[in-house]
């Protein structure tokens, strides 16, 4: 993959201004399980490309929930209502959230107004995959 540094992809207009990247976290019980968060790769990948700091533990997820696979949008929603929570030092206003797939949105709007009530105002997502549902 070719380098895309901070200042030349900004100049291009390819990459906002941002003060962080955000994963979309496991919760602690999956990411032992599984032994990994595929988001934090990417977006630790993402960080190292552009320059741009990331953090795996700005944003948690604080309940376990089921897996999403198999549930229409309103249950997807419902399934992730409050389960994040922002870490008390959080003071980004402008992210990109990176998480694998987007398949209905809901896990990513519920990052979104959880990083909202935390004061951060403008927000980027970028995923690898789009879902068909």
Known sequence: MARCSDRK???AGILPSVD????V??????????GYNQS?????GFSESTGIPWSGTALK?????ETQTGKNKIERRENV?????????????KVIIIDDVLTTGATLEEC???????????FY????????H
């Open 25 to 34: 976290p496991l919760h602690l019980k999956k990411r032992r399980s599984r």
């Open 112 to 122: 979104v107004q959880t990083l909202s009530n935390a004061g951060c105002c403008e």
């Open 81 to 93: 209502k409050g389960v994040f929570e922002v870490e008390n030092t959080f003071t980004a206003k």
């Open 61 to 65: 997820r604080i309940r376990y929930t």
């Open 9 to 11: 992809c900004k100049s």
């Open 125 to 132: 997502i970028l995923t690898i995959a789009l879902a068909q």
């Open 40 to 44: 934090d790769l990417l977006a630790q």
């Open 20 to 23: 962080l990247i955000i994963s």
